[in-house]
């Protein structure tokens, strides 16, 4: 397999950001929930149209990785919509960060991330803010080490199952 390339996404990437969003997504998580359950919350969260809303957004921003011509992972940050007292519109937050698992641990991800963090903070530091599942001890790991520390806790619906997410911050 040829390195990953990691690029900014375009408005012509909405099908396939909307197609590896659905795939990993279902990979990562697809197991936790009722067949209708997550098929109701893929149809609401990677639909092409809200794709491409979120492609069109100036405050946001996606990123494509590709690898051997194929899309295999994506990222998308913006400005922070976590449900916290303390988030104002000038917080920046990585509302999504996805791989397929065979490309988890080459150093994509670690890759990816930082072209994110680079972006969200490209008019210098500011608060960060990320939602993990409360069961992704994986991810909250790393984000520890990357100074996020857990500052609250939500409900993430999926379909009609309710996930207990947290809420961490850095900054």
Known sequence: MSVPTIRRATPEDAEALSRIGAETFTETFGHLYPPQDLADFLVYAYNPERTRADLADPAKASWIVEAD??????????????PHEEVTPACGELKRLYLLKRLQGDGTGSRLLAETFAWLERDGPRRLWIGVWSENHGAQRLYGR???EKVGEYVFPVGQTRDREFILRRG
């Open 146 to 148: 990357l100074g996020f």
């Open 69 to 82: 011509g194929a899309v295999v992972g994506y990222a998308l940050a913006g400005p922070c919509d976590l």
